[in-house]
């Protein structure tokens, strides 16, 4: 199975600060990366899917990147509405399959 | 507006089995795949398995193999999942969420989540 490695785990930001999360997959595959933010006592959310595309809805201050074995989720200024907690995700189409990173909880600094 | 509207929050002996319960509405049931997601306290996000309500084909995580069933009933557009022999470790918020094929199978709607505790 793929795994995904988040990083970091914790990120303390300012308002204003351009933030960037990590996942690193454990082997190269398609660009089925999806990205969720998730609050306290609430469901995940999607923001970005197929690695770079934003849902809609979503603010264009989130963005995402990468390809084979690295993503990248981008918020460009940090607003207070943030600071909350950010999964990467990948399918695995063979398996069928859905693994989640670790998670990377995003503090007030 | 998609909902996926979960039942309550429970609490179970262990040894026991659980059933949880997703009603989707808003959407065409039968067009979508649905997933579990569950979510123990202080951690991340753990697949459970699937269900493709129109082909009645189910996948499940190799962790829960065995104790996991995911049935769909089409004619009240409901998702159950069901584990058995519950332990300590399986308390936790349960998740059901829809799946959007044409957007990398990304998981677009998700129900409120439902607490389940396993305690004696």
């Known amino acids: 199975d793929i795994q995904m490695t988040q990083s970091p785990s914790t990120l303390s930001a300012s308002v204003g600060d351009r933030v960037t999360i990590t996942c690193r997959a454990s082997q190269s595959f398609t660009n089925w990366v999806a990205w969720y933010q998730q609050k306290p006592g609430k469901a995940p959310n999607l923001l970005i899917y197929?690695?770079?595309t934003l849902e809609s809805g979503v603010p264009s201050r989130f963005s995402g990147s990468g390809s084979g074995t690295e993503f990248t989720l981008t918020i460009s200024s940090l607003q207070p509405d943030d600071f909350a907690t950010y999964f990467c995700?990948?399918?695995?189409?063979?398996?069928?399959?859905?693994?989640f990173g670790q998670g990377t909880k995003v503090e007030v600094k | 507006q998609v909902q996926l509207l979960q039942s309550g929050s429970e609490v179970k002996k262990p040894g026991s089995s659980l059933k949880v319960s997703c009603k989707a509405s808003g959407g065409t049931f039968t067009s979508y795949t649905f997933t579990w997601v569950r979510q123990a306290p202080g951690h991340g996000l753990q697949w459970m398995g699937r269900?493709?309500?129109?082909?009645?084909?189910?996948n499940y995580a190799q962790n829960f193999q065995g104790r996991i069933t995911i049935i769909a009933d089409k004619s009240t557009a409901t998702i159950y999942m069901e584990l058995s022999s519950l332990r300590s470790e399986d308390t936790a918020v349960y998740y059901c969420?829809?799946?959007?094929?044409?957007?990398?199978?990304?998981?677009?709607?998700w129900g409120q989540g439902a607490l389940v505790t396993v305690s004696s």
């Open positions: 969420a829809r799946v959007r094929d044409g957007a990398g199978y990304v998981l677009d709607y």
């Open positions: 197929k690695a770079s």
């Open positions: 995700q990948h399918y695995d189409s063979v398996s069928p399959t859905w693994t």
């Open positions: 269900i493709i309500p129109i082909l009645n084909i189910t």
